[in-house]
């Protein structure tokens, strides 16, 4: 099993940055080195859970939301089991619960993994709670 856990929401004005934690535990995604591919969405009040950007476990290739390109980063620290969520000049639109969610596909060579890919709802296998970020006008 994984387990997923997201930190670091609040509110903020616009303009502000936020970073986001995920903390990622679990004997499944222990065990394997490769094939993990994490990735942050959000879902706004109203509206489907859309992507915000993908990153590959193993050799930190990123994918991006092409709306949020230049004003969102996505990381990871290996060391610690953890992604991250930079996000700078927020706006009020980007208030949302962002997820924090880990795809594990072995099968799938880093350099294969496509942002049509790793912006598929559906290919994700385990989820976060989620956390609340408010960005106020």
């Known amino acids: 099993q994984v387990q997923l856990v997201e930190s670091g929401g609040g509110l903020v004005q616009a303009g502000g940055s936020l970073s986001l934690s995920c903390a990622v535990s679990g004997h499944t995604f222990s065990r394997y080195i490769t094939g993990w591919f994490m990735g942050w969405f959000r879902q706004a009040p109203g509206k489907e859970r859309e992507f915000v950007a993908a990153?590959?476990?193993?050799?930190?290739?990123?994918h991006y939301a092409d709306a949020l390109k230049g004003r969102f980063t996505i990381s990871r620290d290996r060391g610690k089991n953890t992604v991250y969520l930079q996000m700078n000049s927020l706006k009020p639109e980007d208030t949302a619960v962002y997820y924090c969610?880990?795809?594990?596909?072995?099968?799938?060579?880093?350099?294969?993994?496509?942002?049509?890919?790793?912006?598929?709802?559906?290919?994700?296998?385990?989820w976060g709670q989620g956390t609340q970020v408010t960005v106020s006008s």
């Open positions: 969610s880990a795809d594990f596909n072995p099968r799938l060579p880093d350099k294969y993994y496509s942002g049509t890919y790793a912006s598929r709802e559906s290919e994700y296998d385990y």
């Open positions: 990153i590959t476990w193993s050799a930190g290739l990123t």
